[in-house]
């Protein structure tokens, strides 16, 4: 059963999916003109655990997400991503471009300062969130602000939902807009088959937070696009 609350990790070990794009269908149309103009959407595997789910959450995401015809889609793994826990002096939100990140970190800045929306996939370890995943977000500062990011939970009995909790307190301190609706995937190890949910109402809850994530997009995007947001 998958709650559809905003918000323990076992089952078999399951390969890097690396990343991956997935093109979506032609655009919307607008006022009888078609907006081919797509949001480019990064879906975070938070964890980098051995024997971790949650390349194969990100996967089933991502699919449901490259089907909602308003976005490009790219899987960010962080267990292909250099992320060291100790942190230069300077804070980021001060540094800007001339932050010191490591070369492997490159490719995961340049997802992030290029996309539009985030999904961020995470289990729940200890009533929280992964080490790797908050190191990823120290990491930068200006690349999630006025972004909009929804969450994916898995875990246990709870789902996850300590994860997401702490991850939107987290979230809203670097001036990104949270999606209220999510998904939370309680005792996922017995609910989920060859990839995908048993539960056939999964879909229609993935549908309501990316319609809603979509909808923030679009609004976000136009606003820092038309105004400078005032960090």
């Not at 797509?38 to 997400?65: C, D, H, N």
């Not at 909602?68 to 992320?83: K, P, R, T």
């Not at 809203?172 to 995937?185: C, N, P, Q, Y």
Request: glycine share 8%; hydrophobic share 40%.
């Amino acid at each position: 059963m998958l709650r559809r609350t905003r918000r323990a990790e076992r089952g078999p070990v399951r390969a890097s999916l690396g990343t991956v794009w997935l093109r979506t269908a032609p655009g919307l149309i607008v006022d009888g003109m078609e907006n081919t103009r797509k949001y480019k959407l990064v879906v975070i595997i938070g964890s980098v655990r051995e024997g971790r789910f949650g390349p194969t959450v990100a996967s089933w995401v991502a699919e449901q997400a490259g089907t909602h015809n308003e976005f490009d889609v790219q899987i960010v793994d962080l267990a292909d991503v250099d992320v060291p826990m100790t942190l230069p002096a300077i804070s980021p939100k001060f540094a800007g471009d001339d932050y010191p990140r490591p070369a492997g970190m490159a490719a995961l800045t340049s997802a992030l300062e290029e996309a539009d929306a985030f999904i961020m996939v995470t289990p729940e370890y200890n009533h929280s969130y992964p080490a790797s995943l908050k190191a990823a977000i120290d990491w930068h500062f200006k690349q999630w602000t006025a972004k909009p990011v929804a969450f994916v939970s898995y875990g246990g009995g709870t789902g996850g939902r300590h994860a997401v909790l702490h991850l939107e307190n987290v979230l809203t301190e670097l001036h990104a807009v949270t999606i209220r609706d999510g998904l939370s995937i309680p005792n996922y190890f017995t609910t989920w088959q060859d990839g995908r949910p048993l539960d056939s109402t999964v879909e229609g809850y993935a549908k309501s937070m990316l319609d809603q994530l979509s909808w923030w997009t679009a609004a976000l995007r136009t606003a820092r696009e038309t105004v400078p947001y005032p960090v």
